[in-house]
């Protein structure tokens, strides 16, 4: 009998080893499942031990790109504009325009010419979280504030790789950036967090084939193309195409009437840099599938996104696919 209790008792602590040398292998083909390379990295694909419950939140969406887009004369055609998600225009020093491009669901390899950033965008950039903004320069007492500001700056500076001369263009017309050398992907329409809706259009509208929107040195037009479903745009008269000769062809173009005033910041020339007051609520015109429809815009507060409504108050859906928004003086 003693020597069958000391053959249970032996059977007993080899199953507990057996047990124990099985969990720790399994941990460790865990931990390294986990892992790209024998640095340590995590890679993309996500185990099976990390699957979402119901009761577990998804997790944001990453970072978006923003990039400052040179607009006179010598800097077109810009290359990547066709690909943004998003195109603000804005009033800058002597009446003239700069772009603001938007990429969430693609990273171009190439976009630009980039230039300098003004204190508008910071206001206009709340919309999204945490944003990644690329620019060239700016008025040097803005520069602490676009530190300060809820978003990740990143300038030649910061990120000399991520730049190049080139193009054909005369400097400072000829910086060009690769969006993949600041992040390793786009995060995706979840992005997008501007309180944009789109969907089927409203009801009624006005049949509109044209529409020019006026700086006081700089003038848009979108011109509707029903062969293409899209509006086709001109800048200052000129057809705008990008380096490759793809016409830029949004599907929405929204004319967001806001207050234009003088900011704190002057350029080199001493002329006042214009502030685009995006948080408020104001007029608004949206044109779609070739009609334009008379909104109201409301953004209550800088953090929060830009709501667009019918005269009803119901909300104003754009088509699917790129988005400008002309921000013209009240």
């Known amino acids: 009998m003693g020597q069958i209790a000391r053959m249970q008792r032996a059977a007993a602590t080899a199953a507990l080893l057996t047990v124990a040398l099985t969990g720790s292998l399994l941990a460790g083909c865990t931990s390294e499942a986990g892992r790209s390379d024998g640095r340590g990295e995590r890679s993309e694909q996500p185990s099976q031990n990390s699957v979402r419950t119901p009761a577990t939140s998804a997790a944001p969406a990453g970072p978006l790109l923003a990039v400052k887009i040179d607009n006179v004369s010598a800097a077109r055609p810009q290359t990547g504009l066709d690909q943004a998600d998003i195109v603000y225009a804005e009033q800058v020093e002597g009446g003239l325009s700069r772009l603001m491009a938007v990429f969430a669901t693609k990273l171009p390899p190439v976009v630009g010419p980039v230039r300098s950033a003004r204190e508008s965008d910071l206001e206009l950039l709340r919309q999204f979280h945490d944003p990644a903004l690329a620019f060239s320069g700016a008025q040097h007492k803005l520069l602490p504030l676009i530190d300060k500001a809820p978003l990740t700056a990143e300038p030649p500076e910061k990120n000399s ?69 899209r509006w086709l745009v001109s800048m200052d008269g000129t057809p705008t195409v990008t380096a490759d000769g ?55 507060s800088a953090a929060g996104g830009t709501r667009f409504t019918t005269a009803d108050g119901a909300p104003l859906n754009f088509a699917k696919g790129q988005v400008w928004v002309v921000l013209a003086k009240a």
């Open 161 to 229: 790789g991520a730049y190049f001369r080139g193009g054909g263009k005369i400097a400072p017309h000829n910086l060009f950036l690769r969006p993949r050398r600041l992040l390793p992907s786009a995060p995706g329409a979840a992005a997008l967090t501007t309180g944009f809706r789109f969907g089927s259009a409203p009801s009624g509208g006005t049949p509109e084939n044209t529409r020019t929107v006026r700086f006081p040195s700089a003038r848009f037009t979108f011109t509707w193309s029903a062969q293409r479903h």
């Open 246 to 300: 793809t016409r830029v062809a949004p599907a929405t173009v929204v004319v967001q009437y806001v207050r234009v005033r003088a900011s704190r910041f002057h350029d080199v020339l001493g002329n006042n840099s214009p502030y685009s007051q995006t948080v408020g609520s104001g007029k608004a015109q949206v044109l779609r599938d070739g009609k334009a429809f008379d909104a109201r815009w409301q953004r209550a």
